[in-house]
Each structure stands twice: as structure tokens, then as C-alpha cells.
T-cell receptor, first 114, second 112 residues
Framework: DAGVIQSPRHEVTEMGQEVTLRCKPI?????LFWYRQTMMRGLELLIY????????DSGMPEDRFSAKMPNASFSTLKIQPSEPRDSAVYFC????????????FGPGTRLLVL | AQSVTQLGSHVSVSEGALVLLRCNYS??????LFWYVQYPNQGLQLLLK??????LVKGINGFEAEFKKSETSFHLTKPSAHMSDAAEYFC??????????FGKGTTLSVSS
């Protein structure tokens, strides 16, 4: 298996622009997680899905952030409009189930908002 | 509610020395405990995990961790550090049906 795939790997955009990050989980994994990593705040869980249904989005910072999972093999995280404080590395991870199962992380998308 | 505290944001050791990275957790349910490693410009990868059973868990690259319920700890150790161990290490706690909660991370530096 190719592992978790994220695109783009790097994104530079200007404040106010819409940003869409994409993730393809490992086939057969029922859980998908979106994380944000910054120096100041560390690794934060933004939202996670089970069988394409959002289970907990309490980590989404504000209404500018939205995430969807239209099918088992694809998810998007959208920021509209983007702000400089959104600059971070965004990780997608997937697992067979929650709890005790290992989460497999993608390589991340490094976002810079100017 | 669950939480994780990693003691020491930065640990420095010499090559060949013992590595000890500390992790304490809080959990209202039986915890599942994990250590992940992150190399520069990469995602996190699993080092080892504890779910049930034997409290001493062995992972990849010679690392191991011991679950101590009485101390609510899950410290990560390696008898002899190698230069390639330099990375950031994250402790995480989860429970049945929950997402993982990650600690702030500890950066390990290894000098020759």
C-alpha cells in the first residue's frame, strides 16, 4: 500500500485566498484524522471521521475551516479565507478503527499564508 | 477526559548513552498509550504502543516503554543512543472509540 497520501506537499498563498488540502487514506481504514502542527501549539487534532461521517470537529479553530469526506478514499480540509496564523503543517492520518489501533500519518502539507 | 504531559521539550545525549524520554498521562478510562517519532519534514510513525497485557512494550529501533499504572507513566527508553535517533518524539493517549491526544513532543539530540 502507498500509505496515506496528501497533496499538495507545500502551499504558499496570500491572505484571503481559499486553500484546499487533500488526503487519500489507506484503503480499508475506517477512521480519518486531520491534525495541525505548529511550534507554538504542537500537534492538534482538528477533526476526525468514522466511515466518512464527522465524529468530532471540536478542534476546528473557527468557521473558516471546513472538512469533508465524500467517500472512503478522499477527504478535504478547506480554509476560506486563509490568514497568516493558519500557517502550519497539516497532517492527515488514518486507522483501521479508533482507540487502540495505530494511526498512519501522511507526509503533511506545509502551508504558508503571506 | 485524557491528557498527556511530556517532561522536557528537549533532551540531549551522547552517542551510546541511555535515552530516557518521560511521559505522564491522565485518563478516566483504561488508556491506550503510544510513542510516535517524527523525523524532519516527515509525518509521524509509530514506535510502539501499549493496549493491554504485558506492561513492558518493545518497539522498533531498540526502543521500549513500560506502562506503570500506579505512576501514570509511560516513559520511553533505549539503552544506547545512535545518531540516527535524533528526532522529535511524541507520546499519545487514547481510549476505546476515542481519538488520540498527543503530548507537546520532545526533541532528542544525539552528539558524537
Amino acid at each position: 500500500d502507498a500509505g496515506v497520501i496528501q497533496s499538495p506537499r507545500h502551499e504558499v498563498t496570500e491572505m484571503g485566498q481559499e486553500v484546499t488540502l487533500r488526503c487519500k487514506p489507506i484503503s480499508g481504514h475506517d477512521y480519518l484524522f486531520w491534525y495541525r502542527q505548529t511550534m507554538m501549539r504542537g500537534l492538534e487534532l482538528l477533526i476526525y471521521f468514522n466511515n466518512n461521517v464527522p465524529i468530532d470537529d471540536s478542534g476546528m479553530p473557527e468557521d473558516r475551516f471546513s472538512a469533508k469526506m465524500p467517500n472512503a478514499s478522499f477527504s478535504t480540509l478547506k480554509i476560506q479565507p486563509s490568514e497568516p496564523r493558519d500557517s502550519a503543517v497539516y497532517f492527515c492520518a488514518s486507522s483501521i478503527s479508533g482507540g487502540a489501533e495505530t494511526q498512519y500519518f501522511g507526509p503533511g502539507t506545509r502551508l504558508l499564508v503571506l | 477526559a485524557q491528557s498527556v504531559t511530556q517532561l522536557g521539550s528537549h533532551v540531549s545525549v551522547s552517542e551510546g548513552a541511555l535515552v530516557l524520554l518521560r511521559c505522564n498521562y491522565s485518563s478516566s478510562v483504561p488508556p491506550y498509550l503510544f510513542w510516535y517519532v517524527q523525523y524532519p519534514n516527515q509525518g509521524l510513525q509509530l514506535l510502539l504502543k501499549y493496549t493491554t497485557g504485558a506492561t513492558l512494550v518493545k518497539g522498533i529501533n531498540g526502543f521500549e516503554a513500560e506502562f506503570k499504572k500506579s505512576e501514570t507513566s509511560f516513559h520511553l527508553t533505549k539503552p544506547s543512543a545512535h545518531m540516527s535517533d535524533a528526532a522529535e518524539y511524541f507520546c499519545a493517549v487514547g481510549g476505546a472509540g476515542t481519538a488520540l491526544i498527543f503530548g507537546k513532543g520532545t526533541t532528542l539530540s544525539v552528539s558524537s
